[in-house]
């Protein structure tokens, strides 16, 4: 039995990265996304070239029961859940109130704070009784500030940030390392900005301020900071950082 | 037909002094809860008596348009909101997360965050045709720290703050007045906090703590607040304020 | 002997408009400024005119005992004083690292945080004594984020906000209201913003986003916030409160 | 040359540890204190003993010139400084405000403040012709609440996070990673907590709650985040990270 890195949303960014990491260090990633199949083998193959150990698997994370049954399933197949990385998005872009309809409201809310209850309510116990365990959240400016047009986005990544703080009040003295991460700023990711700004506009923002200029936020970089995360001594356990590129405004100025 | 002053969740704390004070300053008070008809009748005739208008419905804010259809009417039969209080709780006491159950946590959500999202979704377009609005939002020291046990008040809460955030980005500029009112301490109502304590605890609290001593939150000196708040030129808004007795430790303190 | 309301930092906009909001509901409104005797005199003219009962001095707030001094005479000689308002600013404006000078950012602290400290050391022991009190404490946005160029302000600001939560945590059980003002916007007074912008730009600025406008804060409104924070029962007291123009941008947005 | 790492307030906790971790990633330590040249000496022996370079200086940060003249004669004599770390507290215990002096209000203020903006403006200039460095800024709880008793620590402190924010402001986009680290519990370190707490309440806080049950902060841990932060690549910079032990309760909750 391995121990395992489990991600919840492995898109072609963060989450695919920090999996990627971890089985660099000897975890076994499981990698979880709702589609692209294809894109979840090659990430879990390219995995297995580096000499590390992953499984992938298809998942809709609001299906009552999915998360639940991938992790009993991981927990008695493959090993113990030492790192559980919940990085599903639900950004929607802006839209005026008028637009926001009840079901993406909603939906909002089952992604980003439903489903992290619902992961923390099955990996707690086991982490729990083992004395340790790390449950990384990736999160969004939008848990901190709410925009214009973000209605759905912030109440629910809102939620995400407070229920993060109540996890942590009652499993950190049982050695379950919480950790909220508020990524403040463009991911280079094609699976989640490449998609929300389309193909020719995501080549061109990359050209114009990534690549060489770092002013896109490099996922395999931002791994690196979920990693040593999840090697802190619990003598010395950070609950939240930020992060964005050295050249962007952070969220609080102007 | 006269202005109004909405208050969803007029049990006998807060809502229900609110709607008084309101109604004393000429609005026509319509205060809605879920139960407790005779407490609800009570409240609209004591409003009378003082020489003020008001009327009572009672209104299951989580049943699918009980919420809009509501608002509807109130335009429709007695006259423009004015003036919105959104006041209904969702603190269900401390409970471990292996007691916090799915249908109690979406439950929360519910009453706390999407109930706000869909009075904001009926109140506004009326409200920024006009050109003016007030929309007062009663929230909780959950809404900005996640304690222990509060996984399904602090989400949902946390949630409720931010939309107040969202709304006030875009409804600000049209003139309508969005305020979060985070009440930091245990109010004197035997709706909410008498019914969680039990009628012996509560009463002994009172005497130990509140009346002379000022030691609980009286909800008629809220209230004050809340109107101050619905006077307040346009060109001097305030978005956020917390409320608490003087003896009483903030959030933030220790 | 009249109860009093002291203003340092009683300059035409925030400070003069607050002292003129307690004469009028018959406190003896003390107003401290550094310079400008002429319209000090105007502003005591004024009140005198509305009926009201005002006094002025000349005070430099960052001269040894002057603070002190003037607080006991005017208890001595004039009445005990009910409400002390701080409305000393220390914005000067964007300034890069390499032209801020030591002395210009230990002024900055002498002004915004400093003078505050000496304030309540020295209003605070007879509030105490009379077991009531409230402490107003004017700020601004710099004390919650800081922007660039803003290293002198922010630091003494943010000092400011911390000093009051730690004069609230001291002296609120005891009966001392303590409330920090963060003003997030700009204000449409001729000796602060007026001066910082020079005449005709200031002229500029007010017909095209103030007067019917109501794009600036105007310091009549702002004081009848201030004179209902005063006016809070102490079973309901807010710590801290924003005030910003309906139309414009809070500072966690963009 | 060697590049150089810098330490303002290098006492026997987290300043000389994180002394060493950077010596044994090749960089010279340069550790600056106080007093105790006997302790000072024996850090940079021990740094020595593990094949790091180290150099100590008795250092007073409240002199006029101290921190400008050291930091020339590092950057002339000994290397570039690619990281400094500001690790000066200013701590004080709990006073009462009749018992905080104007002095040592204002030095908590030098310590905790002007001290950071004299070191800034003196390894700025040559990080940004570089274009590039990193400082590190330890900060306390202090820096975000205000405790009862705390108020030169907290204005210190909330002055120092600030002049964090504006530093970053401006120089982040010039290649200079600033950040701020809340340091959210006791740590174990004789040279402040032991001195605060005696001998031996020291001791016997040690063997209660540190050790075993690393209830305390362990300087050498915190030093492994000090060192991951001047790490992270410039795409994805953290700000701003708290520090506690997993079985402490964190400074919003109670």
């Not at 407070?162 to 009040?169: D, E, F, I, P, S």
């Not at 490449?194 to 996922?219: I, Q, V």
């Not at 970089?221 to 995360?229: K, M, N, R, V």
């Not at 001594?233 to 050295?246: G, I, K, Q, V």
Request: charged fraction near 25%.
């Amino acid at each position: 039995m391995q121990r395992v890195c489990l991600v919840i949303g492995a898109g072609a960014g963060i989450g695919n990265h920090v999996g990627r990491r971890f089985a660099r260090a000897g975890y076994h990633a499981v990698l979880c996304r709702r589609t692209d199949e294809e894109g979840l083998n090659r990430a879990v193959a390219r995995i297995a070239e580096d000499g590390g150990a992953a499984s992938g698997f298809l998942l809709n994370a609001v299906a009552a029961g999915a998360i639940e049954e991938r992790i009993a399933a991981v927990e008695a197949d493959i090993g113990p859940i030492e790192v559980a990385v919940y990085n599903l998005g639900a950004q929607i872009g802006d839209r005026a109130l008028a637009d926001t309809g009840h079901k993406v409201f909603e939906l909002g809310w089952r992604l980003a704070t439903f489903g992290l209850f619902r992961m923390a309510a099955s990996v707690c116990p086991p982490m729990e009784e083992r004395g340790r365990g790390t449950i990384l959240v990736t999160s969004a400016t939008a848990a901190v500030r709410g925009n214009r047009g973000q209605h759905s986005h912030a109440a629910a990544m809102a939620g995400r940030r407070m229920l993060c703080q109540t996890l942590n009040a009652e499993f950190g003295p049982k050695g379950v390392h919480v950790a909220h991460v508020i990524v403040d700023g463009m991911v280079d990711a094609p699976d989640t900005l490449g998609r929300m700004l389309g193909e020719d506009a995501f080549r061109r923002l990359r050209e114009e301020r990534g690549l060489e200029h770092d002013g896109l936020l490099l996922p395999a970089e931002i791994a690196e900071t979920y990693f040593h995360l999840s090697q802190q001594h619990r003598s010395a356990w950070t609950f939240e950082l930020d992060l964005r590129p050295f050249s962007d405004t952070p969220w609080w100025n102007r």
